[in-house]
């Protein structure tokens, strides 16, 4: 497979897909320059922006099967999501998180429309009304701030249109799966127009089954919902007021990594989606929210205030041991519970200023908790149950700046800087019983212990236009991760920021008819006070690896090889690694006799340095290639595939745990007739039924694994109007 790979690679020089078309006409007037991202909190277009992005249509994201944000990984080189039980972790260029926890943040943002989603869990949705995503890589912590360390993933949605017109599709796949969804959008008045986005998917087979009682197991129902109200009062205002709501049933299954025992086992030998527990896992997460987006008009500049509440509440049940004897057995329960408010206003210079510029002051408050997160079953004995209320609150403020000028002729420079203050608070209570319904003993609690800090992040940057089409840059960019409690773990212990210095020097070029894009990019990280996760005594802890140094090479490229075929894809290498002494990484061995032996956390053992970093690949790539065959009378065809390769990773720091390199492929094929209001795509994603992880993790009771979906395929109907 590296041989095939490395081949690929040298044939084509192929790389990410940044080729975002809006309709299935796929021509070389469709152009790379003119596609529109907003990296820098303006609209420019992508070949004139300075950083590293990839960017995808919502139609393209339909073309390769991808339906949620779990997908993106498939067309982003560098980029790997991972999930556990409802949380949402990504990892761009090895930069990510793995701590799977109710007030932890991610060290790549999420926005959608412009605002800021703090927490894990309820960062992980459907793509439904999708106008565009943009994936920046690298810091992103001038503009966008909070937790932008590793880079940022933005979602645009549709915005509403006075003109009325909307579309609805039916799907049918395998494991009895139906799905719908609808958009309409249409003037309400001269000056309010509004849209309503409505998707619906239940799956009514699992991928496997609960072998102990029968019950389907990696099962899920999905309804999201958006309102979107627009009004333009006058020719200096503009209004968007958004309502957005989503939930999802399912039950994920933890199963014993192969070749491993659990406690108190038998080793486990069914099949990879399925399961063989006492408990029933399942899994319940609401999440919703409504913002406030105000610009005005103030003829030297743009004035924009974002105003946002969000919350989201996860209820997950997880058979700890996926053991069939009820005096070994242990159930999690997590009640998460997170809410926050967020405002921003921003100062933006207009198109075709001398020195194009953004100034503005952000505010956040999160509140976020386990209400509570409870322990319970045999392998507790001779307690009956363990419980946690925690409660950890955040404030933070930020004032930010950032120019650009053109220095000498086609030169530019830009400057940009952000400081911010977070107050921290947490509460926590543990306590317990010895017996189903009997006293409660209290263990320990605190209430209100403070963390505070302040931490400045900037960018500098010098681009240079070669010619009208090809551009080289330089950037030096520093970020920062917030810092936390253990919402876990009595007495209190906190974990520190983060800090990521990130050099990067890139070219973008097109050729002069736009048929060919090639963009390649270097970096160089030093990675500071990493957030490591290890589980003494079977609770998850946070603390601080020393530093990384991770290099590598991105490229992106879209080669146009006929008016009607198009070939995209993106490649990264990437090299991570610990660079500084780490005698303190947990590290863990197989018990013959069932379970995981942890070494002593904090004690002198294993030194990590020169060992990968967790959820860092060697390789990642892909290809996309496009094709659209007329049919004259009879419509048209489009023709997309997307094989997507990972060289395999490490999910912890000792690099016991590993998911070994594996492909996915996607295909997508659909009709159209010559208005182009009725379809037919038929779509299979996983074509291969490759078995890969997201997740894996080493504790006391035994190690455990969590599976991508398998082979998945079906029909989609759809009409325009």
Partial sequence: MRTRVLAAVAVSALPSAAFAQTTPQVNTSDRSADIVVTARQRTEKL??????????????????????????????????????????????????????????????????????????AGSTFVLADIERIEIDKGPQGTLFGRNATGGLIQIITKEPQQKFSGSVSATAGNYSTFGTDAYVTGGLSPDISASLSIYFQNQGKGYGRNLFNGQYVNQTQDLAARQKFLFTPSARDKIVLAVDYEQEHSSPVWTPAPGTTPFGGPAYTGPRQSADGYYQPRNFSRQGGISLRIDHDLDFATLTSITAYLRSKLYSAIDGTLITDPSNALNIEFNDNHKQFTQEFDLRSKRGSPVTWATGVYFYYAQAGYEPQTAYGGLLSPSYSFSEI??????????????????????????????????EKFSELQYGTDTPGGPTTVYGSVSNVPLNYSKPTWRLSLDNKLSPDIMIYTSYNRGSKSGGFNDQVLPVRTYQPERLDALEVGVKAQTPDHRVTLDTTGFLYFYKNIQTVAFPSGSQLIYSAPSAKIYGVDVDAKFALTQDFVLSGGVEYLHARYDESFTTAQYSIPDAGGGTILSSFGAQGLDAIGYHIPNSPTWTFNITPNYLIGLGDKGSLNLTANWSYNSGFFYEPDNRLRQKAYSVVNLSAVWKDRTEKNSVRLWARNLTNDQYTVAEYAQGNGDYAQYAPPRTFGVTLGRNF
């Fill in 47 to 120: 070949q004139d922006v300075p950083i590293t992005i990839s960017a995808f249509s919502g139609e393209q994201l339909k073309n390769t099967a991808l339906t949620s944000t779990l997908d993106i990984g498939m067309v982003t080189p560098g980029l790997v999501v991972s999930t556990q039980a409802g949380y949402f972790q990504p990892h761009l260029r090895g930069v990510g998180t793995t701590a799977a926890s109710s007030s932890t943040e991610g060290s790549v943002a999420v926005y959608v429309d412009g605002v800021y989603y703090g927490a894990q």
């Fill in 390 to 423: 925690s409660n950890a609150k955040t404030y933070s403020e930020a004032l930010f700046a950032q120019a650009s000028y053109e220095i000498l002729r086609n030169t530019t420079l830009t400057i940009g800087g952000r400081y911010s203050l977070v107050q």
